[in-house]
Nanobody
């Protein structure tokens, strides 16, 4: 059974930082590309950042220079370090594992508000 479990969301003030983590089980983690997506109320889910099995990374323009994605193949985890958070970063953040098929986590809420 495949499971992706996100953690680390919460409420933070503008300019603050959060670190999201996603723990994967039931897949051969090292061969999967991993991604973080987000969905704000009334908006479509969008890609935030992704990392390939070879550690190549890709970021949405809106988060470049503020967010960093990384993976730990020994722990089957992917993380998203989020700095200089803005109110427009408020959303539910989802972890996704992709190869020939894909799997989603259940999401974690990030709220940026003063």
């Amino acid at each position: 059974q495949v499971q992706l479990v996100e953690s680390g969301g919460g409420l933070v003030h503008p300019g603050g930082s959060l670190r999201l983590s996603c723990a994967a089980s039931g897949i051969r983690f090292t061969v999967y590309a991993m991604g973080w997506y987000r969905q704000a109320p009334g908006k479509q889910r969008e890609l935030v950042a992704s990392i390939t099995s070879g550690n190549s990374t890709n970021y949405a323009d809106s988060v470049k220079g503020r967010f960093t994605i990384s993976r730990d193949n020994a722990k089957n985890t992917v993380s998203l370090q989020m700095n200089s958070l803005k109110p427009e970063d408020t959303a539910v953040y989802y972890c996704k594992a992709s190869r020939y098929n894909y799997y989603w986590g259940q999401g974690t809420q990030v709220t940026v508000s003063s």
